[in-house]
């Protein structure tokens, strides 16, 4: 599982729209879709902003939060282009509950392309 495709079941789960989310402030809508598709990756603040924000709005229980940050911020570190980084962030999830979840691979066809899709030619 991506931090993308994690952020888009929680919004999902919450009920919450990508312009319900982007009216918070502390992110836009057209960045969240950024996060979503893994084109953009998010700050340890706003992963934190976000989940505060989830509770405080009675989407996310209080004693939830934490476990939640933690598994945002290692799905995060699992992204990391650094292999030392990506390796810590491994060894962390072996350790949470749930790591096969945030371990599994994520398919390369549902892996979001970067860049502009490319036009066929007119014929």
């Given amino acids: 599982m ?5 952020l888009k079941t929680i919004r999902r789960d919450c009920g919450l729209s990508q312009e319900a989310i982007g ?4 992110v836009s809508a057209p960045g ?7 084109q953009r990756s998010p700050s340890e603040k706003l992963i934190k902003h976000l ?7 009675k989407h996310v229980k209080s004693a ?10 290692t799905l995060k570190y699992l992204g990391s282009p650094s292999k030392f980084v990506h390796d810590l962030a491994v060894n ?12 599994a691979p994520t398919p390369a066809s549902a ?3 970067r860049g502009r899709p ?3 030619p007119k014929k």
Avoid: C, Y
């Fill in 2 to 6: 991506t931090l993308g495709e994690k």
């Fill in 23 to 26: 009216a918070q402030g502390f």
């Fill in 32 to 38: 969240w879709i950024k996060l979503e598709n893994s």
């Fill in 51 to 57: 989940v505060s924000w989830l509770v405080q709005d």
């Fill in 64 to 73: 939830a939060a934490k476990r939640l940050t933690e598994e945002l911020l």
């Fill in 92 to 103: 962390h999830a072996k350790s949470m509950p749930g790591a096969e979840a945030l371990l």
């Fill in 111 to 113: 892996k979001p392309k």
């Fill in 118 to 120: 490319k036009l066929e």
